[in-house]
């Protein structure tokens, strides 16, 4: 079965990835406040609100802002690194390095 992204055109495929981050942010913004049991209750400025919490990655906020305005390759997997920076602040000894990754750079995560 042909998938139906295959027929559309680059504008709705670029749609589709600029939502799927947001959608994706918004889930990890929530799961980061549950993970330090703290009620999240708006969307609006929830990547300021976690930024706050304890473990949060360097500039977490600004570089959330950053990739959801990036339509480019490069901004997907800017969004990527981010997403396992979060994903690292919530394990047990996790966390990102200095430079702002979680020192894994091209591992799956």
Do not use: Y
């Not at 930024?51 to 802002?65: E, Q």
């Amino acid at each position: 079965m042909r998938s139906p992204w295959a027929a559309a055109g680059p504008e709705a495929r670029i749609a589709h990835v600029a939502l799927c981050r947001s959608r994706a942010f918004g889930i990890l913004t929530q799961s980061f406040h549950a993970h330090h049991r703290v009620w999240c209750l708006n969307e609006k400025g929830a990547p300021a609100a976690a930024a706050a919490l304890p473990d949060a990655p360097r500039d977490l906020a600004a570089r959330v802002g950053e990739v959801m305005r990036g339509l480019d390759p490069a901004a997907v997997e800017r969004a990527s690194q981010l997403v396992r920076s979060v994903r690292s602040g919530l394990t047990p000894g996790g966390g990102e390095g200095p430079d702002g990754t979680d020192g894994r750079e091209g591992a799956d995560g």
